[in-house]
């Protein structure tokens, strides 16, 4: 929880300020505005801190995957397909599609991506 009294949070009401925490998207914003039981659009910096407390210690208690934990997740979770020499790590590493798109005409986006990566 003391990352997230370090973060700051500059946005207007209470769900636009959840958003900006990497891992919480739309609907976890709206389930912990109602769970918590704080309307969604109160502004943020009118909380108390036992209200914050409150908001941040649900935060932690239901979504353990959030801002570091997440980020080394996603890490660990890549680099395990490249040791275990999948087909998606590998075509992740050439910087073409994973998921089966088309490559022969389409997978331009991909292509410049991966030209601005070198």
Do not use: W
């Amino acid at each position: 929880m003391s990352f997230l009294k370090k973060k700051k949070f500059n946005k207007t009401s209470l769900f636009q300020n959840l958003k900006t925490i990497y891992g919480i998207g739309t609907n976890s914003a709206k389930t912990i505005c109602q769970n918590t039981g704080f309307n969604p659009i109160t502004i943020f910096k009118f909380l108390r801190e036992d209200q914050l407390y409150k908001i941040f210690s649900y935060i932690e208690k239901e979504y353990f995957l959030i801002e570091a934990n997440l980020k080394f997740y996603q890490k660990e979770n890549l680099s395990y397909l490249l040791k275990v020499k999948n087909i998606r790590s590998i075509r992740n590493r050439l910087g073409l599609p994973v998921r089966g798109q088309r490559t022969h005409t389409n997978a331009n986006t991909k292509s410049k991506l991966r030209r601005n990566k070198k």
